[in-house]
T-cell receptor
């Protein structure tokens, strides 16, 4: 299995631009998580899905952030418009019920200038 | 919400030394997890603990689930340079639910 796949690995954009991060979870996993990691705030859970349905989006910073999971093999995290304070590494992780191990992707390093 | 306090924040040790780090919570968790993150990579699960009092080993790593269910520790014996990285604890209450992560312990091992 290829593991959790994220794209792009690096993204540099200018303030105000729309950014879309993509994630392909491990086949057969039914939970998907989006995290943001920064030096100041550590690893923060933004949103997670069970069976493609958003369960908890209380970690989404504000309305500029949105996430979708149209099917079991694909999810997106969109930031519109982006701001410099959104600069971080964004991780996607997927998990199955048994064993309940959460597998992280390699992350997308986002820089907003 | 639930908060995890992980300590120490960072450690600088000599190769061959043993390492101990811990995590405490203001509330109970049913599952404790320990992850390691290498530079430029996502966290990787090292050990999962499911029962209060449980002591589990994975090679040179040993972790324990505290009796009160509010704490856990991770020990690394005879550290080696490749142990360098950030170690995260995480607590969870349901199998399909979210995990709450600590702020991480950054480990540096000097050869």
């Amino acid at each position: 299995d290829a593991g959790v796949i994220q794209s792009p690995r690096h993204e540099v954009t200018e303030m105000g631009q729309e950014v879309t991060l993509r994630c392909k979870p491990i086949s057969g996993h039914n939970s998907l998580f989006w995290y943001r990691q920064t030096m100041m705030r550590g690893l923060e859970l933004l949103i997670y899905f069970n069976n493609n349905v958003p369960i908890d989006d209380s970690g989404m910073p504000e309305d500029r952030f949105s996430a979708k999971m149209p099917n079991a093999s694909f999810s997106t995290l969109k930031i519109q418009p982006s701001e410099p304070r959104d600069s971080a590494v964004y991780f996607c992780a997927s998990q199955n019920l048994s064993p309940d191990t959460q597998y992280f992707g390699p992350g997308t390093r986002l820089t907003v200038l | 919400g639930q908060q995890l306090n992980q300590s120490p924040q960072s450690m600088f040790i000599q190769e061959g030394e043993d390492v101990s780090m811990n995590c405490t919570s203001s509330s109970i968790f049913n599952t404790w997890l320990w992850y390691k993150q290498d530079p430029g990579e996502g966290p990787v699960l090292l050990i999962a603990l499911y029962k209060a009092g449980e002591l589990t080993s994975n090679g040179r790593l040993t972790a324990q689930f505290g009796i009160t269910r509010k704490d856990s520790f991770l020990n690394i014996s005879a550290s080696i340079p490749s142990d360098v990285g950030i170690y995260f604890c995480a607590g969870r209450n349901t199998n399909a639910g979210k995990s709450t992560f600590g702020d991480g312990t950054t480990l540096t091992v000097k050869p």
